[in-house]
């Protein structure tokens, strides 16, 4: 599967975006979709995670109440609402896709990964 990821932008702090994860080739209904976050110098930040289904979600604290991750999967795509934005957003946002999804944070096992899609949150 190939993953693209769009969306990103910038926003003032308490405004919203919303990013989307587009797949192509294997059947992107059967996968997890995990989007990250990270800022240059620091580490990949897990950010939210939805069931192939799209019935589970997972998400950070950081951004638990403030962004939701929805999917379609008759339009192979994930999407990312990010709401109430803060300067601590700023980031530049990837998607990731597993075989399998559980609530929590994998470390391994994602068989592809978006381009990533930045988001700057001014204050």
């Known amino acids: 599967v190939q993953l693209q990821a769009s969306g990103g932008g910038l926003a003032q702090a308490g405004e919203s975006l919303r990013l989307s994860c587009v797949g192509s080739?294997?059947?992107?209904?059967?996968?997890?979709i995990y989007w990250f976050r990270q800022v240059a110098g620091k580490e990949r930040e897990f950010v939210a995670s939805i069931a192939p289904s799209g019935v589970g979600t997972y998400y950070a604290d950081s951004v638990k109440d403030r962004f939701t991750i929805e999917r379609d999967n008759d339009k192979n795509t994930a999407y990312l609402q990010l709401n109430w934005l803060n300067y601590e957003d700023t980031a530049v946002y990837y998607c990731?896709?597993?075989?399998?999804?559980?609530?929590?944070?994998?470390?391994?096992?994602?068989?592809?990964w978006g381009q990533g899609t930045l988001v700057t949150v001014s204050s």
């Open positions: 990731a896709a597993r075989a399998s999804w559980a609530r929590g944070i994998p470390t391994y096992g994602f068989i592809s």
């Open positions: 080739g294997r059947a992107f209904g059967s996968l997890g």
